[in-house]
Antibody, heavy 118, light 112 residues
Framework: EVQLVQSGAEVKKPGESLKISCKASGYWFISYWIGWVRQMPGKGLEWMGIIYPRDSDTRYSPSFQGRVSISVDESSNTAYLQWSSLRASDTAIYYC???????????WGQGTLVTVPS | DIVMTQSPLSLPVTPGEPASISCRSS???????????LDWYLQKPGKSPQLLIY???NRASGVPDRFSGSGSGTDFTLKIRRVEAEDVGLYYCMQVLQMAYTFGQGTKLEIK
């Protein structure tokens, strides 16, 4: 069974760093892209970026380039999304999803709520 | 970036009636391989998004056949043949032709 299990909710202060995770199981990890999507409170979905675990090819939306970093640890089948300095505007739910352009984002994590009080 | 525009943004529907959502892209999503790189997703209240349609018209595994996707180039449509109560939520199109991918604004389907 394919599963993407994300790390738990976080409450951080502005300026702090954070790394959230997305652990994959039930499929060959290196053969599918893993994408990250943001959903701010009461808002729509925003595509942030994506990584291909086989070669760590990483692409970012211009809106998120330089603000976040996406990485993978092939040994643990885990993808990561990290910030070096959080802002209140980073408060959102973050989803990871397994993806190929030919089959879509067919499995999603449960989401990680990140709260950065202003 | 490719800009995705959905309409309507709100869609009240009586159960058993059909529903239709339009999605337009600022650039053609038709690849030289003949596929349209356009997906549809449904986000039910309080849940993660789920894939409905990929490559413009292919139903994802487990998706009821009352859902269908059509269109090519820059104009796409998601149709629900007969809306059921469980279909409420936010519907999004997303272009997957060019990384950075982009979503439409979302269409909220509600039951009348």
């Amino acid at each position: 069974e394919v599963q993407l299990v994300q790390s738990g909710a976080e409450v951080k202060k502005p300026g702090e760093s954070l790394k959230i995770s997305c652990k994959a199981s039930g499929y060959w990890f290196i053969s599918y892209w893993i994408g990250w999507v943001r959903q701010m409170p009461g808002k729509g979905l925003e595509w942030m970026g994506i990584i291909y675990p086989r070669d760590s090819d990483t692409r970012y939306s211009p809106s998120f380039q330089g603000r976040v970093s996406i990485s993978v640890d092939e040994s643990s089948n885990t993808a990561y999304l990290q910030w070096s300095s959080l802002r209140a505007s980073d408060t959102a739910i973050y989803y990871c999803a397994r993806h190929t352009p030919q089959t879509g984002s067919d499995y999603w994590g449960q989401g990680t709520l990140v709260t950065v009080p202003s | 970036d490719i800009v995705m525009t959905q309409s309507p943004l709100s869609l009240p529907v009586t159960p058993g009636e059909p529903a239709s959502i339009s999605c337009r892209s600022s650039q053609s999503l038709l690849h030289t391989d003949g596929n349209n790189y356009l997906d549809w997703y449904l986000q039910k209240p309080g849940k993660s998004p789920q894939l409905l349609i990929y490559l413009g018209s292919n139903r994802a595994s487990g998706v009821p056949d009352r859902f269908s996707g059509s269109g090519s180039g820059t104009d796409f449509t998601l149709k629900i043949r007969r809306v059921e109560a469980e279909d409420v939520g936010l519907y999004y199109c997303m272009q997957v032709l060019q990384m950075a991918y982009t979503f439409g604004q979302g269409t909220k389907l509600e039951i009348k």
